[in-house]
């Protein structure tokens, strides 16, 4: 993956706690060719109290009003054989499983599973167990940073850092936690500021409609986009509505596969598909009239036209007062 922008489609809980729909996730995941398809692991007991309100979009996300955080997420967990199963199916398929831990026994069992990094989510940053833990299993990490200022993150940084995590093998994401994130809120310049403030690899963990936002994001440079997806918007679900059907996943990954070519390698110097262009576009020092051998060239009977395969226009004051070697016609290169 080393100079490639690695892409996580977001499943997250889009599946509605049903294995079905989760496995029609992954084949649309494959589809849009991805490089991972990512859900979410926890223990709702673990991870909310029984009291736990529920943030503005979920409340609106969802039909039932008068659920707490813990009845909404009971509904959306995946058991230990639902992991196993979609592991199974995703290396049926050619993608690559993740998911996020939100508790210490959910980090455990995933790490059990063999994923190949962990992503702490933006509502982990701050959490000093969680962040100990996540480092202690020696593998990259990527930090989502939603919510946080810029000492927290580095914060959080420091402690992956502290536990032995080499800085090459962190990822830090920029990330605005509101589903969706209103433009004038996201921002996208602070994740520059992240890159030169702390010196690490950066990316954009994205939660905005559309697809304009990511594809920016690795123009700047990001070296990891994460979106959430999902099979149809207008699903019941916390996060259906800021997430992408397929088509828009799919023209996505097309459209950060383009511009991570289009970047190049930083050179400014003529490209090979344009060196037959410079004969044609560029002028030459030509004719402007007919000129006999020894006349003296001189601003009338010398002017600038196409091809480029003659003398360059650059040389022009050193070619005035010189002698004509030959006769001339009008339009012949000097």
């Given at each position: 993956?080393?100079?490639?922008?690695?892409?996580?489609?977001?499943?997250?809980?889009?599946?509605?706690?049903?294995?079905?729909?989760?496995?029609?996730?992954?084949?649309?995941?494959?589809?849009?060719?991805?490089?991972?398809?990512?859900?979410?692991?926890?223990?709702?007991?673990?991870?909310?109290?029984?009291?736990?309100?529920?943030a503005?979009?979920?409340?609106?996300?969802?039909?039932?009003s008068?659920?707490?955080?813990?009845?909404?997420?009971?509904?959306?967990?995946?058991?230990?054989?639902?992991?196993?199963?979609?592991?199974?199916?995703?290396?049926?398929?050619?993608i690559?499983?993740?998911?996020?831990?939100?508790?210490?026994?959910?980090?455990?069992?995933?790490?059990?599973?063999?994923?190949?990094?962990?992503?702490?989510?933006?509502?982990?940053?701050?959490?000093?167990?969680?962040?100990?833990?996540?480092?202690?299993?020696?593998?990259?990490?990527?930090?989502?940073?939603?919510?946080?200022?810029?000492?927290e993150?580095?914060?959080?940084?420091?402690?992956?850092?502290?536990?032995?995590?080499?800085?090459?093998?962190?990822?830090?994401?920029?990330?605005?936690?509101?589903?969706?994130?209103?433009?004038?809120?996201?921002?996208?310049?602070?994740?520059?500021?992240?890159?030169?403030?702390?010196?690490?690899?950066?990316?954009?963990?994205?939660?905005?409609?559309?697809?304009?936002?990511?594809?920016?994001?690795?123009?700047?440079?990001?070296?990891?986009?994460?979106?959430?997806?999902?099979?149809?918007?207008?699903?019941?679900?916390?996060?259906?509505?800021?997430?992408?059907?397929?088509?828009?996943?799919?023209?996505?990954?097309?459209?950060?596969?383009?511009?991570?070519?289009?970047?190049g390698?930083?050179?400014k110097?003529?490209?090979?598909?344009?060196?037959?262009?410079?004969?044609?576009?560029?002028?030459?020092?030509?004719?402007?009239?007919e000129?006999?051998?020894?006349?003296?060239?001189?601003?009338?009977?010398?002017?600038?036209?196409?091809?480029?395969?003659?003398?360059?226009?650059?040389?022009?004051?050193?070619?005035?007062?010189?002698?004509?070697?030959?006769?001339?016609?009008?339009?012949?290169?000097?």
């Open positions: 993956m080393k100079n490639k922008v690695l892409i996580i489609a977001e499943a997250g809980v889009n599946h509605n706690g049903d294995i079905h729909l989760a496995k029609k996730l992954i084949d649309a995941a494959v589809t849009a060719e991805v490089d991972f398809v990512k859900f979410q692991t926890f223990n709702s007991k673990k991870l909310v109290t029984r009291n736990a309100g529920r503005t979009y979920q409340i609106e996300n969802t039909n039932n008068s659920d707490s955080q813990l009845t909404m997420l009971q509904k959306l967990e995946l058991s230990k054989d639902d992991h196993l199963e979609l592991i199974s199916y995703c290396e049926t398929k050619g690559k499983f993740l998911s996020t831990g939100f508790d210490l026994d959910s980090l455990d069992f995933l790490n059990e599973l063999g994923i190949p990094l962990f992503k702490v989510p933006s509502g982990e940053i701050t959490n000093l167990p969680y962040l100990r833990k996540i480092a202690s299993f020696g593998k990259p990490v990527v930090i989502s940073t939603g919510m946080a200022d810029l000492r993150v580095e914060d959080a940084l420091n402690v992956v850092l502290n536990e032995g995590v080499d800085k090459k093998d962190i990822t830090i994401l920029h990330c605005n936690t509101e589903y969706p994130t209103p433009m004038e809120d996201v921002n996208l310049r602070a994740m520059i500021s992240i890159k030169e403030k702390l010196n690490v690899n950066i990316g954009y963990s994205d939660h905005t409609l559309g697809i304009e936002i990511p594809i920016a994001a690795v123009a700047m440079g990001a070296t990891v986009i994460e979106k959430h997806f999902t099979l149809d918007n207008t699903m019941e679900g916390p996060d259906h509505k800021a997430s992408l059907e397929p088509s828009g996943l799919k023209a996505m990954v097309s459209s950060i596969r383009n511009i991570e070519r289009a970047l390698h930083g050179r110097e003529p490209s090979p598909s344009e060196m037959k262009n410079k004969a044609v576009a560029r002028k030459s020092i030509v004719a402007n009239m000129i006999e051998k020894g006349a003296i060239f001189t601003v009338d009977n010398l002017t600038i036209k196409r091809p480029g395969t003659g003398i360059s226009p650059m040389l022009w004051d050193e070619i005035m007062g010189t002698k004509a070697t030959k006769h001339y016609s009008e339009d012949d290169l000097i």
